[in-house]
């Protein structure tokens, strides 16, 4: 099959303007998104998301964890799909781009397909992930994590916000649960286009990042417990206080992560302190670690680590301490020939590339465990994301969907 041809390009002011107009849904505060998954807004997002795919021809598969798979068929009925997509949920304080330009950019792809009248072997099939963030209910990559048989359906069901409403439920309340069972699918390959979220591409100024890794992630939740009293009148001494003791574990962490740099990271994004009063020596303090690294063995000793020495940090403070550990995957290694495909579609169109590890977790690290898969990122600006300051260029933006287009496009085979 030819590969697909230099001057095959996709629509770069189209796609700006959907991502312009998918941004004006769970809009934040400071000009980013909070659209956080199972909203009313991420339902209406949904929606205009499957307005879209419909105009654009694709018919709107819908499984039971919420998953959106828009189907553009190809000449071959019986060849499994190409898959394409990323996620809409957003942190809430998130960015415009961040999941979005993935969706949106698969669908460019179709809707530049459909305007050069050109025909695949294999489906393409544009997919919303449901709560890739997992802010709202943890863990990350829920949904693709239960399609790709990671986590069990009924357990996703009862994971819960802090409100203590259950994922099962907000799914129905917001009307996007289907019928068809998640993971029954069956793909050819998965392609994801993501902004990269640190600020190694726009550093060295290359508009591409082939991503052969994703680095593996750990969440571990740590509850230490002391003992509420008064602020004020409690003699030093007579403190139990979980707040300083969650502080030194907190100091600790930073500590582990910088032992192994330069490639290791660590922190709390989700801290908790009970009852959270003025005037009340915090008696529980409720928090995540999050470790990361593209090195297994150094997850492993970060999270022993944390587990020993905070043990003796509470046990010096005469705290108690409990570490769960409610999210993680290990490092993830990208199918080598549609890498491959990333890589020539980021040569043959004249772009500059360099091969990257990611540093954020993706759908495409868990579907990795069920179909070969690969990512395109581009730049961002100042790598800063997750903050509602994400920013990148409308030429970035284009160049990733213009590679994302020919790794699709060689991979599901253009019919003459
Ligand atoms: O946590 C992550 O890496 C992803 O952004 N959800
Ligand atoms: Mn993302
Ligand atoms: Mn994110």
Redesign the pocket.
Known sequence: MAAPGENLRINGDRLWDSLMEMAKIGPGVAGGNNRQTLTDADAEGRALFQSWCEAAGMEMGLDTMGNMFARRDGTDPEALPVYVGSHLDT?PT?GKY??VLGVLGGLEIVRSLNDMNIKTKHPIVVTNWTN??GTRFAPAMLSSGVFAGVHDQDWAYAREDAEGKSFGAELERIGWKGDEEVGTRKMHAMFELHIE?GPILEAEGKDIGVVTHGQGLSWTQVTVTGKESHTGSTPMPMRRNAGLGMARILELVDQIAWSHKPDAVGAAGHIDVYPNSRNVIPGKAVFTVDFRSPNLSVIEDMEKRLRDEGAKICEDMGLEVAFEKVGGFDPVEFDKDCVTAVRNAAERLGYSHRDLISG?GHDACWINQVAPTAMVMCPCVDGL??NEAEEISKDWATAGADVLLHAVVETAGIVE
Do not use: T
Request: net charge negative; aromatic share 0%; hydrophobic share 10%.
């Open positions: 942190q998130g961040d999941g890739e963030e979220q954020a994301s997750h």
